[in-house]
């Protein structure tokens, strides 16, 4: 997979955490979802003035130039978040406890978590995090396998995490 969401040499790559990489995968295909969703709209929009007969009207380039950017707005977004999840998900050597000091999540646990553990988050956001992380795993019996063994979602996400649950359920 080319990552061109964020510039990263190869040493920066290699020394992603296994949180940060599946965090850069997620971002590059979004960006490249969004890609493909710009190219779609251009053509869909080409076609329509083609079957108006209006192909040399200057409103191809300007919604053109309207799609580029709300583009690049969007690309814009993912890449501050994905810089921010990163820089939030930086390996420690002491390996500290993320989640300050709350029950049922000790550091033995910290490594099976992929996604940011941040109590300051309200509990959509720390559903949509959850939530979003566990779609990223293809195979929806061990998404849902890994997601029903995960004892830090439990307090992490209080009464959502049976939603999320039957959420994720609906797939098998």
Known sequence: MTFDIIDFSEAELIALSTVQMRLLRTAQKEKDQLTE???????????????DGMLNSSLYEAKCDELDEEYDRQVSVLKDDLVYNLSLNVPT???????????????????????????SLSYLDRY???????MSISDPAERLAVYSADTIAV?????????????????I
């Not at 390996?95 to 709350?102: A, F, K, M, V």
């Not at 949509?128 to 566990?134: D, L």
């Not at 992490?156 to 797939?171: E, F, H, M, P, R």
């Open 93 to 119: 050597a002491d390996d500290d406890d993320p989640s300050g000091g709350d029950p049922g999540s000790g550091s033995d646990d910290d490594p099976a978590v992929g996604y940011i553990v941040d109590y």
């Open 37 to 51: 969703q710009l190219a779609r709209d251009k053509q869909t929009f080409y076609n329509i003035l083609i079957a």
């Open 155 to 171: 307090s992490y996400l209080g009464q959502y995490y049976n939603t999320l649950y039957n959420v994720l359920a609906q797939y």
């Open 128 to 134: 949509q995090i959850v939530r979003n992380y566990y």
